[in-house]
C-alpha cells in the first residue's frame, strides 16, 4: 500500500540559509499534518491543512510556513534557521480531520543545521 | 506545552514476558487516544486508540486500557518479541480539533532475547 513520501530524506543546511521540506500524503487523503521532534523528544505539533485550507496551527515559528497544494501535497519552508532547528519532520496524512481518521507518518527529513 | 525530555524511560524486558508501558494525560477534553510505536530514523506506526467511552480495547498482542478518572492510558503487549523494541508514544485529541495529536513523553522498551 502506498505510504506518506517525504522528500528530502537527510538535509544539511547552514545557519541563516532557507529549506524546503515536501510531503506526499497517501491517496485520497485530503489533511496534512507536519510535526517537528528534536532528539530524544516527543513530536510536536507544527501546522496542518485540510482542503488545502489551514486547519490548524501550533508552535509553528513565523520564521517557518506552510501550504497544502491543489495535488494535496504540501511544503513546509524554513527561512533563518537556526541550529535549534536540528530535528526531525515528520508528515502525516488522513482521510479526513476528525475522530477515528488516523493519522499516517511518513519516514521523516533529518533536518541539521550547522 | 507537553513534557519533553531527553532521557526516555525505558523499560527492559525479557523475549516472551507480557510489557506494560504507561502514559498520564492532562487534558480532560481529550476524547480519543492513540498509540504510537517508533523504530529508530522511522515515523511513528499506529498500534491501537480507543475512544473515551471505553475503558479497553483489545487488538492483536496488544491491550490499551484507559482511566478517565485518573487520566492514565496503558498499553500491554503480550509474549513481548525483540521486534516490539521501539519507543513508544501515546497521543491525545479533542473531538472539536482537527485532528491535531499531542503526544505524551515516549517510553523506550528493550527487549532482550
Known amino acids: 500500500a502506498a505510504g506518506v513520501i517525504q522528500s528530502p530524506r537527510h538535509l544539511i543546511k547552514e545557519k541563516r540559509e532557507t529549506a524546503t521540506l515536501k510531503c506526499y500524503p497517501i491517496?485520497?487523503?485530503?489533511?496534512v499534518y507536519w510535526y517537528q521532534q528534536g532528539p530524544g523528544q516527543d513530536p510536536q505539533f507544527l501546522i496542518s491543512?485540510?482542503?488545502?485550507?489551514?486547519?490548524d496551527k501550533g508552535s509553528i515559528p513565523d520564521r517557518f510556513s506552510a501550504q497544502q497544494f491543489s495535488d494535496y501535497h504540501s511544503e513546509l519552508n524554513m527561512s533563518s534557521l537556526e541550529l535549534g532547528d536540528s530535528a526531525l519532520y515528520f508528515c502525516?496524512?488522513?482521510?479526513?480531520?476528525?475522530?477515528?481518521?488516523?493519522?499516517?507518518f511518513g519516514p521523516g527529513t533529518r533536518l541539521t543545521v550547522t | 506545552g507537553e513534557s519533553v525530555g531527553l532521557h526516555l524511560p525505558t523499560l527492559s524486558v525479557q523475549e516472551g514476558d507480557n510489557s506494560i508501558i504507561n502514559c498520564a494525560y492532562s487534558n480532560s477534553a481529550s476524547d480519543y487516544f492513540i498509540w504510537y510505536k517508533q523504530e529508530s530514523g522511522k515515523g511513528p506506526q499506529f498500534i491501537i486508540d480507543?475512544?473515551?467511552?471505553?475503558d479497553k480495547r483489545q487488538g492483536q498482542r496488544v491491550t490499551v486500557l484507559l482511566n478517565k478518572t485518573v487520566k492514565h492510558l496503558s498499553l500491554q503487549i503480550a509474549a513481548t518479541q525483540p521486534g516490539d523494541s521501539a519507543v513508544y508514544f501515546c497521543?491525545?485529541?479533542?473531538?472539536?480539533?482537527?485532528?491535531?495529536?499531542?503526544f505524551g513523553t515516549g517510553t523506550r522498551l528493550l527487549v532482550s532475547p
Open positions: 497521543a491525545e485529541n479533542t473531538h472539536t480539533g482537527f485532528q491535531k495529536l499531542v
Open positions: 491517496p485520497r487523503h485530503d489533511t
Open positions: 480507543i475512544r473515551s467511552n471505553m
Open positions: 491543512f485540510y482542503e488545502k485550507m489551514q486547519s
Open positions: 502525516a496524512s488522513s482521510l479526513r480531520p476528525g475522530e477515528g481518521h488516523e493519522q499516517y
